[in-house]
């Protein structure tokens, strides 16, 4: 049972505008969420991340939203530029173990010029 | 600073054989975490340490060991190559444990 999903695996977006990449949780226990971006050959880098007490945290282009009702959060990119082309992952873990991160599937990103 | 570094890059085992994919920081990082990702999936957890001389099992440790002698190394030791394990193997350190984790460039593992 994945815990840490992201339902859609790719999104293509215009160069300039507003990309949205969305995540959903089940379990109760997550506490600590983070957006990492990957691009071919190398390995994953932190992007953002957010705890359960707060519900938007921001950093230059890049908004992450957390609705803990709805086990569902987001990430925001404005505006989005090509070289955002990646591949993003949302992760998870629980208040009492920060290490222990859940992964979600992954969303690849196309941004057009 | 290299942070993260992995050896090899590239490994085809045969069904059986062993080896030890090789992981190295130089951020004097406590933490330390071994994942796999399988093709069009998320990265699984298969074990990680908060320290020289302590390491615990992730969601997936069955097949594999570890060891942590120093801050610097913690190397995966694949004993028993099955297919099922062929995957990328990603090694990643971090200061704490809600600190970001800093990722190495992966390990292509093939076993045929």
């Known amino acids: 049972d994945q815990q840490v999903k992201q339902n859609s695996p790719s999104l293509s977006v215009q160069e300039g505008r507003i990309s949205i990449l969305n995540c959903d949780y089940t379990?109760?226990?997550?506490?600590?969420f983070l957006w990492y971006k990957k691009y071919p050959a190398e390995g994953p880098t932190f992007l953002i991340s957010?705890?359960?007490?707060?519900d938007k945290n921001e950093d230059g282009r890049f908004t992450v939203f957390l609705n803990k009702s709805a086990k569902h959060l987001s990430l925001h990119i404005v505006p989005s530029q090509p070289g955002d082309s990646a591949v993003y992952f949302c992760?998870?873990?629980?208040?009492?173990?920060?290490?222990?991160?859940?992964f979600g599937g992954g969303t690849r990103l196309m941004v057009k010029p | 600073n290299a942070g993260v570094t992995q050896t090899p890059k590239f490994r085809i085992l045969k069904i059986g054989q062993s080896m030890t994919l090789q992981c190295t920081q130089d951020?004097?990082?406590?933490?330390m975490y071994w994942y796999r990702q399988d093709p069009g999936m998320g990265l699984k957890l298969i074990y990680y340490?908060?320290?020289?001389?302590?390491?615990d099992k992730g969601e997936v440790p069955n097949g594999y060991n570890v060891s942590r002698s120093t801050t610097e190394d913690f190397p995966l030791r694949l004993e028993l190559a099955a297919p099922s394990q062929t995957s990328v193997y990603f090694c990643?350190?971090?200061?704490?444990?809600?600190?970001?984790?800093?990722f190495g460039p992966g390990t292509r593992l093939t076993v045929t």
């Open positions: 990643a350190s971090s200061s704490g444990g809600f600190d970001e984790q800093y």
């Open positions: 379990n109760s226990m997550f506490d600590y």
């Open positions: 957010i705890s359960s007490i707060k």
């Open positions: 992760a998870a873990s629980p208040n009492n173990a920060g290490n222990m991160l859940t």
């Open positions: 951020m004097n990082h406590n933490y």
């Open positions: 340490s908060v320290g020289a001389g302590i390491t």
